[in-house]
């Protein structure tokens, strides 16, 4: 399928507050289907620090994660998307993005980078790089507000294009895509691609250039650090290997601004626990009771790989003393059920 069709992205330098809900006011732009690199732009196959770029990314697959199938990449540009088509370009095309997904110099922005992560690294040997993670963004805001980090997980993309702050709209299109994938899990390796897959493809990576815009007015310099460690972070996730993460880009540095003001925040890191086979329950507790009152005692994240894996493993991301923390409380729990 060669046509581009064309859809509505919101620029945000022109956007200024009002809500993105009638399409017909937005710009309307091209969605270019890829299935081969010489279609995509010269500035993003070759990344450099004279042409530094920003573009929302998002991923989708069959059960994406490190042994699914990764099918499409949606690359936001404010004039374009561009849907990689992994499946019809086949490994060759996802590799002539490697430069770009790695790079500093372009930055990607993207809803909950985890599995996307994971699904690049072991299906293609990719180490997403320099991600601005609207998820993690958001809480941060809210804490900047004076809330308290969220226990039950980050806020979903529909929920964040709900909020007026970043969009106020609907994405009621969204809930039809996963009853689809719900009845065949299948859905995104079909070819020829049909309107609904374009469209709800399009519509994942549409919006994220003018909430980061939106993002980046709120967010202070403590902030903005604390988004690239847990974005470096969040992109090592699940993406478990034998050298500690070596081959890697380094975690963000603190900036001299901080340290001179006396406001360096504590370093971050991520922490994986190994779980006994069949003793996640015990963390977990009955009807989440254990591991909702580790988070209450703790200020860091914790994730579970869950059904997709990796299995019997914990991960905690956040400050060193807070990861730390989390730590002896989950080792607590398991030794409260072993003595």
């Known amino acids: 399928m060669a046509f581009p069709t064309k859809t509505h992205i919101p620029l945000a330098p022109d956007s200024g507050d009002k809500f993105l809900d009638n399409d017909t006011c937005l710009p309307s732009v091209p969605i270019h289907i890829v299935t081969h690199a010489s279609q995509l732009p010269e500035e993003f196959l070759h990344p450099s620090p004279e042409k530094e770029l920003v573009i929302g990314f998002d991923c989708e697959g069959a059960d994406l994660c490190r042994q699914g199938t990764l099918c499409i990449m949606q690359l936001a540009f404010p004039n374009a998307i561009y849907l990689v088509d992994a499946i019809q370009g086949e490994e060759s095309l996802v590799e002539a993005c490697k ?16 599995r996307d992560s994971e699904a690049l690294y072991f299906q293609f040997g990719i180490k997403l790089h320099n991600v601005v993670d609207t ?3 958001y809480s941060l805001i809210k804490e900047q507000e004076g809330q308290k980090r969220l226990q039950d997980g980050h806020i979903s993309f529909v929920d964040l294009l709900a909020d007026p702050k970043f969009g106020g709209i609907s994405y009621v299109e969204k809930g039809e895509i996963r009853i689809f994938l719900r009845q065949d899990p299948k859905f995104w390796t079909y070819r020829p691609l049909s309107e609904l897959m374009i469209r709800a493809a399009a519509d994942d990576v549409r919006f994220l250039l003018f909430i980061y815009h939106k993002m980046m ?3 202070n310099q403590r902030s903005l650090w604390c988004l690239a460690v847990r974005g470096t972070l969040y992109c090592r996730c699940f993406c478990i290997n034998n050298n500690n993460f070596a081959d890697w880009p380094a975690l963000p540095t603190v900036p001299e601004t901080l340290i001179a003001g006396n406001q360096a925040p504590e370093e971050e890191t991520l922490s994986v626990l190994d779980v006994p086979p069949g003793k996640m329950g015990y963390i977990i507790g009955r009807r989440g009771a254990n591991i909702l009152a580790i988070k209450e005692g703790c200020s860091a994240e914790i994730i579970f790989g869950s059904n997709k894996g990796p299995p019997d493993k914990v991960f905690i991301i956040g400050p060193v003393r807070q990861v730390r923390k989390a730590e002896a409380l989950i080792r607590g729990k398991l030794q409260h059920h072993y003595y």
């Open 99 to 114: 430069p770009a997904l790695e790079s500093s110099y372009i930055t990607k922005v993207i809803h909950d980078c985890k």
């Open 217 to 219: 007015e709120n967010l």
């Open 135 to 137: 998820q993690i963004a």
